[in-house]
């Protein structure tokens, strides 16, 4: 009965919000608060999910673009938000526009008040249908056949050497930061607070996926693409059945791709630092 009261809660705040706002009755979601810049305003529709330095909102624009509003937590990560901003507006810049659907659109980034401090917000455009890699293997708690995991691997991967063709290091690649869109077999990764050019050291790490990072990013060594490479196969071996960070291939996956991804947790293969006796 607790979550059915806290259900009503939250419908009975979200009507009053509308009445005060005079649109109740209008079978629109009810707008959490309203976001603007001197030339826009982003109506925040309702929570997408919850990041470490940043909580996702549903949105719409004042033109009536749906929108994707990552709002930062705390005043003290505005700079890691910043620094998405900033590589995501020079991104496009150096792609071929075809690549460019691998990377969110960024349409907006600015400061909004948040009590007595400013917060950092950044603007994506809403893809229809997108899902993340978190969000499929809950839907599918055994894992997903291996032939349904290749476009989605391709994807990631693909996405990885484009950033690392620019010379950054994502960092982050988790489950929750890859979005597909299953009809089109579209894939983008997200969150590029975290990304680092290579050879620098880590700014940070996701609590709830620390099983998944190698040890030169829990450790803050200096990071090159293959820190990427190894996150991305835990992320698949996560997708085929396996727990995060776990080294056992799920049984039944492709010898080839067994090997593979075994391959890429190995520090001596990823560094290229092999014994020549």
């Known amino acids: 009965f607790k979550l059915i009261d806290a259900e009503l809660s939250k419908l ?82 150096d792609l071929d526009p075809k690549h460019t659907a691998y990377f969110p659109n960024l349409l907006d980034s600015f400061e909004v008040q948040n009590g007595k401090t400013k917060v950092r917000a950044n603007v994506f455009t809403a893809i229809p249908g997108a899902v993340s890699l978190a969000d499929v293997r809950t839907a599918y708690p055994k894992g997903i056949d291996v032939k349904d995991a290749a476009w989605m691997w391709n994807r990631l991967l693909e996405a990885a050497h484009l950033l690392h063709v620019q010379g950054f290091v994502h960092a982050n690649i988790t489950p929750d930061r890859f979005m597909v869109v299953p009809d089109t077999h579209q894939g983008f990764l997200t969150d590029f607070c975290y990304a680092r050019k290579s050879g620098q050291t880590a700014k940070a790490i996701s609590p709830a996926w620390k099983p998944v990072y190698p ?5 803050k060594k200096t990071l090159d693409f293959s820190t990427d490479l190894f996150m991305i196969s835990h992320v698949m071996n996560h997708l085929l059945g396996a727990k995060p960070g776990s080294t056992s291939v799920p049984a039944g996956t492709p010898v080839a791709i067994a090997g593979l991804l075994r391959s890429c947790w190995l520090q001596v293969f990823r560094h290229g630092q092999f014994s020549k006796s």
């Open 12 to 93: 009975h705040e979200q009507a009053n919000a509308k009445v005060k706002r005079g649109t109740y009755g209008d079978n629109k979601p009810a707008v959490v608060a309203t976001l603007r810049t001197k030339t826009m305003a982003y109506e925040l529709l309702g929570v997408v999910a919850e990041q470490d330095i940043a909580v996702l909102y549903d949105g719409e624009s004042s033109k009536g673009t749906p929108v994707l509003v990552k709002v930062c937590r705390s005043p003290a990560n505005n700079d890691l938000m910043k620094a998405e901003a900033d590589l995501l507006a020079k991104l496009p810049a």
């Open 215 to 219: 040890s030169e990013l829990t450790a």
